[in-house]
C-alpha cells in the first residue's frame, strides 16, 4: 500500500479515510452532521440551501452543533466538513455562497465545473482546503496551477457527473506529478473497496450514492428504494439532463417518460444548475454503478459503521 502522506489543514484530522461526496438537492445539515460524527467528512451544496439566505442558517447549525460535540467529545472529535460549490457560469449565486463559507470558515471546499483563482485565495484566506473534482489530467493540472490543495479523481461508474477513465490509470498518471491529496470517486460503497482506493495511491474514497439510501437523506422514500433495489445494470450514463455527462437511474428515466435507450445529446453551452436543473434532478436520480452493494436504508452512522467492520476486515484479510 502507499506510504501514509501527511495531509494539511483539516484533512489531517479525519480518522477514517471516507469523504462523503456532496448529494445535490439531497444533502443536508442532518446528513452533514451524521457523517462527521461518525468520523466521515461530511459535506453538501452551497446550492442545496435554496433560497440562499438558509446557507448561513445551515452552516450555522452544522457549526454549532459540531462545536458542541466536540466539547462534550475531546476523546472522539467529529470529522470536519466541506461546502461543495458549482464553479460554472450558471451559477450566479457562487460570490454570495463563497462569502457565506468565509464567514463561518468552512473547514473544506469542493470546486466542481470550473477553477477560479479567486474562489481558493478566499479559501486560502481563513485556512480552508480546497479539493478539486476532476475527470482527467488535463483538468488536473489546471486546477493545482489555478491554487487547489488537492484533487478528486471522478473515474467511471461515479454518481452524478462523472467521467469514463479506470481508477488504475487516472491514480497511477495523477501519482507521476501530484504529491498532495487525492480522493477517488467511483463505484465505491464498501469497506473493501475504501482500502482498494488507497492501495491505489489515493488518500480517500469519495462515495455519495450510499449515503442516498440513509434516514438523514433529503431524498424521496422511492428514490432511496430504487437504490436498494437495483444494480449497475440500472445506471445509464448520459449529458441530456444537465448538458454534463453523468450516471442516474434508468427506472427514474422511464418515470419521467423517457426512453434510457433513445435520449438526447446536449451541447455543453446548454448546462444548467438553476432552479430547472434542480427540478429535473428531483425526478431523474443520479447513482453510481456501486449500487449493488447497498441493501437496505440504514441512519448514516449505521452506514459508516458497516464500512469501518468491512474495511477493518479487508485489511486483516490481506495480512492473512
Not at 495531509?7 to 451524521?34: H, K, R, T
Not at 427540478?279 to 459503521?305: F, M
Amino acid at each position: 500500500m502507499t506510504p501514509k502522506r501527511t495531509l494539511p489543514g483539516a484533512l489531517a484530522n479525519v480518522s477514517f479515510p471516507v469523504i462523503a461526496a456532496p448529494l445535490f438537492i439531497i444533502s443536508n445539515p442532518d446528513l452533514v452532521i451524521a457523517q462527521c460524527i461518525s468520523g466521515v467528512v461530511g459535506s453538501m451544496p452551497a446550492l442545496n440551501a435554496r433560497p440562499s439566505a438558509q446557507l448561513s442558517d445551515w452552516l450555522a447549525q452544522i457549526t454549532e452543533t459540531l462545536d458542541a460535540y466536540n466539547r462534550a467529545h475531546p476523546e472522539r472529535p467529529a470529522a470536519p466538513f466541506a461546502v461543495n460549490q458549482i464553479v460554472h457560469k450558471s451559477n450566479d449565486r457562487l460570490e454570495s455562497d463563497m462569502q457565506e463559507c468565509v464567514r463561518y470558515k468552512v473547514p473544506i471546499i469542493i470546486t466542481s465545473l470550473g477553477a477560479r483563482p479567486e474562489i481558493n485565495a478566499a479559501a486560502h484566506s481563513y485556512g480552508a482546503i480546497v479539493l478539486h473534482d476532476v475527470i482527467n489530467n488535463t483538468f488536473a493540472h489546471k486546477a493545482i496551477e489555478k491554487g487547489a490543495d488537492g484533487l478528486i479523481a471522478v473515474c467511471a461508474g461515479a454518481g452524478g457527473h462523472a467521467g469514463v477513465k479506470s481508477p488504475f490509470a487516472f491514480i497511477q498518471e495523477l501519482r507521476e506529478w501530484f504529491d498532495g491529496p487525492v480522493a477517488l470517486s467511483g463505484s465505491i460503497a464498501s469497506g473493501g473497496a475504501i482500502l482498494a482506493a488507497q492501495a491505489m495511491g489515493a488518500d480517500f474514497a469519495y462515495m455519495g450514492s450510499a449515503f442516498i439510501a440513509t434516514r438523514e437523506a433529503r431524498a424521496s422514500e422511492e428514490y432511496k428504494n430504487c437504490v436498494v433495489s437495483s444494480s449497475s445494470d440500472d445506471i445509464v450514463y448520459t449529458n441530456a439532463i444537465t448538458g454534463v455527462h453523468g450516471n442516474y437511474l434508468a427506472p427514474s428515466i422511464r418515470s419521467a417518460g423517457l426512453d434510457p435507450e433513445n435520449l438526447p445529446i446536449k451541447e455543453k453551452s446548454e448546462m444548467d444548475f438553476s432552479s430547472n436543473s434542480a427540478k429535473a434532478w428531483r425526478d431523474i436520480w443520479g447513482a453510481g454503478q456501486g449500487i449493488g452493494a447497498i441493501k437496505e436504508i440504514v441512519g448514516a452512522q449505521a452506514l459508516v459503521e458497516r464500512l469501518k467492520q468491512e474495511y477493518a476486515a479487508a485489511k486483516l484479510a490481506l495480512s492473512d
